[in-house]
């Protein structure tokens, strides 16, 4: 839940509610690098820096400099959704501003008619009488879309969390024994985001080996590492970055719905429903140096001429050593000889090589500058390749859930998973989270808009109470009115096995 004062909570409780909303967006996308935190003193009220919210990060889109379109603000719609097992979060916004005066409708004489484009920033906030807090940060996805007879101005927003996700690596990366947040943070440096943009937590899942092409896109990787952590990775309403690991879910409700705030209540349909969980995982270990590959027929080098020799791995390799003209077994090599089936005369001199290791790939540029052409016979890589050691396979299954629903079942295949243990205790967290009927619900609320993704509410109906954890918001401001539908969905908390301080034998389990 976003930090809020004491007076914002007392309305977002109260029967009469005045709602206020603002709109601030960069259509030239000046840049202002000096914005920092206000500081009581020091920074100027109304200027460019940013009131501190609960984080500490300071993000480059916060430092665009924004105009205030509030005054012309007529809705906010903002739906925020957790994915099932890879629980990433991504954020949409759609707005709509009056537009009397064709100020937002292109070719039409506005002032900023030539910067009325895709990708302009946007922030957006709501709340009550005075306070209006974050509710988005992101960027328009497209023009606007004009309603003439209706004098309005629609716009959709996407966070930034999906340009980051549609982004493609610039350069192929491997990893070995790096937890979850380790990776997230040596990847984000490549979009450049800085540690000042995020915060993460330690991550519990240590990935054995893993590695990543050139071009694979950032949020097909995140969906995966999230995957195998069963941690959380979103952007939040102010705009910083976050991974939590999957332990950081508090039990503790920040707020709490009964028939007196709860306007419409749904249950979770059956095809909702998990309860046997396979999991499949290929293990990869970096081993000792070997010898990896060797050339399969000669290859002549022109006289005065080069010659690009490509080795294909099957596996990904960490090192390879680059081959020298000698004759011991002990590190990679190559053989030269004026015949191509060796018969002639070894060539000692004269020959040079350059490479390049490209992880599944290896490339040798061999220079000869004799003036004569030169056959390369043989040539052996010894590299540390990353092999498979292991194989795991675990099916996990609610025999009760089973008999009343039969099976639903969830197939994971994700090699970020290191041991039977891990993939044990994600297919029972799945499970215990998916296998129940009624286990989830789509509440209509009389809401409280610092609501988040993640947060314990306490809901109460039909004669029974419980905790559940919010995995869907959408806030919608309109006509004076604030209308707020939650998907919340009910999650078993379990202690895990702490060294030291559990027993054997005890209630606590370990720990995936």
């Known amino acids: 839940m976003q930090i809020v004062t004491s007076d914002f909570t007392a309305k977002a ?61 007529k809705s906010i719609e903002v739906t ?14 759609d707005f709509t501003f009056e537009n009397h005066d064709n100020y937002f409708t292109p070719s039409r004489g506005s ?36 309603d003439e007879s209706n004098k309005v101005a629609s716009f959709h927003a996407i966070d930034f969390m999906y340009s980051l996700f549609n982004r493609p690596l610039d350069q192929a990366v491997m990893y070995e024994d790096k937890r979850t947040d380790e990776i997230l943070a040596d990847l984000l440096v490549q979009f450049g985001i800085s540690p000042t943009q995020y915060s993460f937590d330690a991550g519990f899942n240590i990935v054995k080996f893993a590695f990543f092409d050139k071009g694979s896109k950032f949020g097909d990787v995140v969906k995966e590492l999230m995957e195998a952590e069963m941690g959380r990775f979103y952007m939040d309403e102010q705009g910083t970055i976050l991974f939590k690991n999957r332990q950081n879910y508090s ?40 010898k990896y590959w060797e050339l399969q027929s000669a290859v002549v080098i022109p006289a005065n001429g080069t010659v690009d020799v490509w080795a294909d791995f099957n596996d990904p390799v960490t090192t390879a050593d680059e081959p020298d003209y000698i004759t011991t077994a002990t590190t990679s090599l190559y053989t ?42 043989s040539i052996e890589l010894y590299a540390t390749p990353a092999l498979v050691v292991k194989q795991i396979y675990v099916r996990y299954q609610d025999d009760e859930s089973v008999g009343k629903y039969d099976e639903r079942v969830l197939d994971i295949e994700n090699d970020f ?13 799945i499970i215990d989270d998916y296998s129940a009927y009624a286990n989830q619900f789509e509440l209509t609320v009389k809401g409280n808009p610092a609501l988040q993704i993640g947060d314990a509410v306490n809901v109460s109906v039909w004669g029974s109470a419980a905790n559940y954890i919010i995995i869907k918001t959408v806030n919608r401001w309109e006509a004076g009115k604030f209308t707020q539908r939650l998907t919340v969905r009910k999650k078993v908390f379990r202690t895990f096995f702490t060294v030291g301080v559990s027993t054997i034998g005890g209630s606590d389990v370990i720990a995936p």
């Open 417 to 429: 998973i290191s041991n039977e243990s891990d993939a044990a205790s994600k297919a029972q967290i």
């Open 336 to 377: 030269t000889n004026t015949a191509e089936d060796g018969s002639g005369s070894n060539v000692a001199s004269g020959i040079s090589i350059a490479s390049t290791l490209f992880a599944k790939s290896y490339l040798m540029t061999y220079t000869n500058a004799n003036a004569y052409p030169v056959y390369l016979t």
């Open 13 to 73: 409780q109260g029967f009469m509610r005045r709602l206020v909303t603002r709109a601030l967006m960069s259509f030239p996308k000046d840049y202002d690098p000096s914005v920092g935190f206000f500081t009581i003193g020091v920074s100027t009220i109304g200027g460019a820096d940013i009131i501190k919210g609960s984080g500490d990060v300071v993000a480059e889109w916060d430092k665009f400099q924004y105009d205030d379109y509030s005054y012309r603000l």
């Open 251 to 290: 039990s503790s409700p920040v707020w709490f719905f009964n028939e007196t705030n709860i306007l419409d209540i749904q249950t979770s349909k059956q095809d909702d429903i998990i309860n046997v969980v396979t999991v499949k995982a290929n293990v990869r270990e970096v081993q000792a140096k070997q």
């Open 80 to 93: 925020r959704q957790e994915e099932m097992v890879n629980s990433t979060t991504l954020a949409q916004a």
């Open 111 to 146: 002032a900023i008619e030539d910067l009325i484009l895709p990708y302009r920033p946007v922030k957006l906030y709501g709340g009550f009488g005075t306070e209006a807090i974050p509710q988005f940060t992101g960027i328009t996805e497209k023009m606007p879309t004009i």
